[in-house]
């Protein structure tokens, strides 16, 4: 009878892949890099600890949390908040976890509540890029993670829960705190956390595929038709709800592809994630500069 992983092989996984993305994206003669909040992102502050290049001493870290912060603090690194970046100034890359990432490196975050500064910090990058282990390598979002992390101010929770059902959330759940009645989890900026679990969601190509094959049967644009929705849509529309902050959907465009476009930042997804297998080979989703992305080992 097979037990699974067990937690050192999934930590050693983390470590994997962690150092095969420092290898390939990090540059010690960068001026900010972001360091997210993932379980992963220990293993990637490790790795750049072991490259003992002085040019690093030079480089902003820039946390998305508490728990970054204090992890860039402890490995003696030093340490800039977003909101004291200078005008106009991109992070170099951010790297940071994911709870699931799909064929398309589309992201579901927030399983740790710090989804708001994760955003912030990916959104400001020129290349993102997500290091996990293989249980977070799944063909869709929402296939193993059990729902999307919302980002809500607590006078809007009832609102926002009830707009959620509407969009075909069965059961949007407020997250409590671990210790018995301490109440709701509070993130960084003393919001609440709604967990809303969807139906497993759509890429594009599963949209154009259902049209080309029934091109005359309506609901079929994974617009949210038996609450059936492409990963995209989705995210806009529970933006859109008065009172929500953020939504743990990582989707879009990536930070290369905004530049490409002209924008300054603004893309959400990872250039490239890094999966560490059981085996201990790594696995790499990247996107190519017309956002197609391929994998390999």
Not at 12 to 19: G, P, T
Not at 99 to 117: M, R
Not at 244 to 254: A, C, Q
Not at 265 to 285: H, L, N, T, W
Request: one cysteine or more; charged letters at 20%.
């Amino acid at each position: 009878m097979s037990t699974g992983p067990s937690s050192s092989d999934i930590e050693s996984a983390k470590r994997n892949a962690a150092q095969r993305a420092v290898q390939e994206h990090f540059d010690s003669s960068a001026r900010y890099v972001g360091i997210g909040s993932g379980s992963t992102i220990v293993y990637v502050v490790e790795a750049i600890q072991a490259l003992k290049d002085p040019k690093i001493s030079n480089i902003n870290f820039v946390p998305t949390g508490y728990q970054s912060r204090q992890c860039i603090l402890n490995a003696g690194l030093q340490d800039v908040k977003f909101d004291s970046l200078p005008s106009n100034t991109l992070i170099d890359v951010a790297f940071d976890g994911a709870d699931e990432i799909d064929d398309d490196l589309n992201c579901i975050k927030g399983g740790g509540a710090c989804l708001y500064q994760e955003k912030l910090v990916a959104t400001q990058a020129k290349k993102f890029v997500c290091v996990a282990d293989h249980r977070k390598l799944q063909p869709r979002l929402l296939t193993v993670w059990p729902s999307i992390p919302i980002e809500v101010e607590p006078l809007a929770v009832q609102k926002v829960m009830s707009a959620l059902h509407a969009l075909g959330s069965p059961k949007p759940i407020l997250r409590e705190g671990h210790i018995q009645k301490a109440g709701p989890i509070k993130t960084d900026q003393d919001n609440f956390i709604i967990d809303a679990p969807f139906p497993t969601l759509l890429v594009p190509s599963d949209v154009k595929k259902s049209l080309s094959l029934h091109p005359t049967q309506k609901g079929m644009e994974g617009k949210g038709e038996g609450g059936v929705w492409e990963a995209e849509t989705l995210a806009k529309e529970i933006k859109s709800i008065e009172g929500v902050l953020s939504v743990g959907l990582f989707v879009g465009e990536n930070g290369v592809q905004a530049q490409s476009r002209g924008q300054s930042a603004g893309g959400q997804k990872p250039v490239a994630a890094y999966f560490g297998m059981e085996d201990g080979s790594v696995i790499v989703r990247a996107a190519g500069p017309d956002g197609r992305v391929t994998q390999q080992k």
